[in-house]
C-alpha cells in the first residue's frame, strides 16, 4: 500500500495528555514485565521490536520509557551502525541475523536491517535494482525469524522536519544531551526529502504480513504510549503460561 508521510500526523491528537499518558506508560510497563517473566521462563516464544526513524526521533527513549521494568536477563539492545570490514564481507543479512531473538527473548532493534535500502538508496550506494532484491530479500528473511516463533513489531518514528530541528538543536544545548551530538545528523538532514521517498518505499515493499505501525514522535509521551500499547497486545496475543514441574509434564 502506498503512504504519504506528508499526510500523516507527527503530534498527538487531541484527547491526549502527558500525564494521563505517562501514567498509562508506567501501568502498561508493569503488566509488559509480567508478561515477559512468563516468556522468559516458558522459553517457547520471543518478542522481535523494530524502530526505524530520523535521527533524533526518540528511539533511544523508547526503548528506555516501554522496557523499564523488564528483566534485562531476558532484554536485549542492538543497534545497528556503520559496518565493520568484517560484515562488509558478508551478505547485507548477516550481521542482522546474529541478532534475531533467541527463544524467551525480547531484542530490540536501534535501527535495523533496513538501513541497508534507506541510507544506501538516498546516498546512491546501490542502485535500485539492488534496493528491489533487498526487499524481497527483506521479506524472506522475516518470515523465517516469524516461522521460529518470534513475533514481530516493527515501528516508524514520524518525527516533523521541525520537530527534529528542535531535538538536534537541544543536544547544543544541553550540557547533559551534548553526548548525542553529532555533525553528520545535520548533514543527514538536508536529505529528508530523499529519506521520506525511500521510508515510502520500505513500507510499500516490506509487508503487509509485518506490518510497519508509523508512530506520531513529535511528543514524546504520545509516541510512548503507543509504541508500549502495542508491545503490550503482543504479548497479550501470544499464548504464554509458565511451565509445569517437570514431574506433572511426564
Known amino acids: 500500500m502506498k503512504i504519504d508521510l ?19 506508560v508506567a501501568n502498561m510497563g508493569k503488566e509488559i514485565e509480567a508478561l515477559q517473566k512468563n516468556m522468559w521462563a516458558q522459553r517457547k516464544s520471543s518478542l522481535l521490536v523494530v524502530f526505524q526513524g530520523m535521527d533524533a526521533s526518540g528511539k533511544d527513549g523508547a526503548t528506555r520509557r516501554v522496557f523499564q521494568h523488564v528483566n534485562p536477563a531476558g532484554c536485549r539492545v542492538h543497534s ?9 564481507a558478508h551478505d547485507f543479512l548477516w550481521r542482522v541475523h546474529q541478532q534475531v531473538p533467541a527463544d524467551g527473548y525480547i531484542q530490540i532493534f536501534n535501527r535495523s536491517h533496513y ?10 550506494w546501490i542502485d535500485m535494482d539492488t534496493v528491489h ?7 524472506n528473511f522475516e518470515h523465517l525469524v516469524a516461522d521460529n516463533g518470534t513475533t514481530i513489531l516493527k515501528f516508524y518514528l514520524h518525527i516533523s522536519l521541525e520537530g527534529q530541528a528542535e531535538s538536534l538543536m537541544d543536544r547544543r544545548i544541553d550540557p547533559t544531551k551534548h553526548w548525542k551530538h553529532n555533525d553528520q545528523d545535520w548533514k543527514e538532514r538536508e536529505h529528508w526529502d530523499a529519506y521520506m521517498e525511500a521510508y515510502e518505499g520500505v513500507f510499500e515493499n516490506c509487508g503487509p504480513d509485518f ?40
Open 133 to 139: 532484491r533487498r526487499y524481497e530479500h527483506i521479506n
Open 80 to 88: 545497528f551502525k556503520k559496518p565493520t570490514d568484517l560484515e562488509f
Open 211 to 250: 506490518p510497519w505501525q508509523i508512530i506520531p514522535s513529535d511528543n514524546n509521551w504520545y509516541k510512548e504510549w503507543l509504541v508500549a500499547k502495542a508491545v503490550l497486545e503482543a504479548l497479550q496475543a501470544m499464548d504464554l503460561e509458565y511451565p509445569a514441574l517437570e514431574s506433572e509434564m511426564a
Open 6 to 24: 506528508s499526510k500523516i500526523a507527527t503530534r498527538a491528537p487531541e484527547g491526549f495528555t502527558k500525564k494521563k499518558c505517562r501514567k498509562e
Open 115 to 124: 538501513e541497508d535500502v534507506l541510507i544506501q538508496r538516498v546516498h546512491n
